[in-house]
């Protein structure tokens, strides 16, 4: 593969994408309402407290906990939450950009042209797939940078220590990513098949139901999820992702693209 | 392969098959260099899949074909580098800008910025796009499009630039200055295969026209192929008509001439040679007092030739209307 051409499709794609007002809406607003929601909830908890059976069970599943008194134990069981919302970023924005991307260019018919210049499709593929994962891991880092940098002030320095664990460090850095992968290979299928990037999102967002298993889990107190599980979750999930990108590099071949997308 | 070789294209027995039924098969032919060759026939007579196996975007299911000198198969990418294609739709990105389209394609071919940079400036201007290089493609009128599309086909400076439908779903005005600009790329003496169903494009575009249905019925110049039909016939616009019947006995008298009859005020005449045939003729009508305005080989249209050579009646079944 050459990295020339890969850069060279990555470039073109930011460029559409920056000039997509919807999509560009699509990737921006979500995170910014992320990084507030779970500080104005996590401000809000106060002296709630759980029950006692609840905290039973987190304490058996988090001991690192125990050390914690009940309002902040409370606190810490409502933010461990939010871990999911910035995997969510992960999930949904490249499935959005990869979408409209791959069925703009169907509508469009640009494809075409691009195909009949001496590139590898598996170089398209790559370029297009790097376009739609960069910005949704980005994000979801970069949201989760200016969450715990905020956080430290509203949730004080027990709170702070929660969510800059290592299930959470583990979490938003491989599991994120891994994530992204399975959105974008998602976005790619889905978007071989269908003509309008809505209907490929609502199929393609799929790969959420995952992500809110985990996060009803969570909240039930059934699953709290440590480093270890979020890395082994990160390795299936990354797994997955190379499976379907294998699926994805046959629906985008030459002739796949020409006679058999429509 | 180099320019030495003074064939550009070679396609020898092409054939593809989408799943049990052959789009086209059988085609043979060659274009050499700075010629143009129209594709003719109707929609799916196997035009643009003839053109997507020439460009090695869809691999042949039979035969093969040589682009410079490179084997469509075989050699993908040293043909994909050698061609320039402006598909059905101009398939642009309306979102960029036209310099930003042309741009993206000259780093796509390998074109460094300096190169990059001049021939955009060249094909813009070429095509009397340069005062709007600025604006996004999706501003563009159709015509406009059509010719950033070109453009852009040729921008890596292809040794064959294949043009598919180029004026198809464009008004007349549209057409006309998409028609001009590919005239011109002829005049500089490029190498181009033109597909299209419109006659009186190919007819003044075209060096050679391909008849394709399914496959290669007939290949040759216009000129050839409108003689073929009308098999040698003169017209002589006679001004007084008093003695149809004895021009009609002169005319058949002479060596050379097969039959004749009277179509209103021009007399017919059909000879397998009608070059040989014409001042004999002209002598002899004009000895028996024929009143001569005009004498002319007899017009055919190119349109004459696609129906005869497609087994189509004009109006019939629908077809042709």
Known sequence: MHRRII???LRREFSETIRNRLLMATILVPPLLLTVAPLLLGSAIGTHTLPPDLVKSVIAQRPDWASFSPSELAGAFAVQQFLAFFLLMPAYIP???????IIGEKQARSLEPVLAAPIRTSELLAGKALAALIPGVAAGWLT???FIALASVVYGPHLFVVVSDPSWLAGVFVLGPAVGLVSVVAGVIVSARVNDPRVAQQIGGVVIVPIIAVTLLQATGTLLVGASGYL????????IGLLGLRLGVRLFEREAILTRWR | MSDADPIALRATGLGRQFGAAWAVRGMDFEVPRGRVLGLLGPNGAGKTTTVRMLTALIEPTEGTATIDGFDVRSQPDEVRARVGILTETPGLYDKLSAQ????FFGRLYGLDAATRAARIEHYLRLFSLWDRRSDVAGTFSKGMKQKLAIARALVHDPALIFLDEPTAALDPEAAYVVREAIERLRQAGRTIVLATHNLDEADRLCDQVAFVRGGLLRIDSPARLRGSLAGGRVEVRIVDRAADAGLLTIATGIAGVGA?????DRLMVDAADPASVTPSLVRALAAAGAAILEVRPAATSLESVYFEVM???PGANGEAA
Request: glycine share 10%.
């Open chain 1, 232 to 239: 082994i979750l990160a390795a299936i999930v990354a797994g």
């Open chain 2, 100 to 103: 930003a389209n042309l741009d």
């Open chain 1, 7 to 9: 850069t060279t499709i």
């Open chain 2, 260 to 264: 004749a009859h009277f179509d209103g």
């Open chain 2, 311 to 313: 087994g189509v009646q």
């Open chain 1, 144 to 146: 989760y940078v200016v």
């Open chain 1, 95 to 101: 499935l959005a950009i990869a979408t409209f991307s």
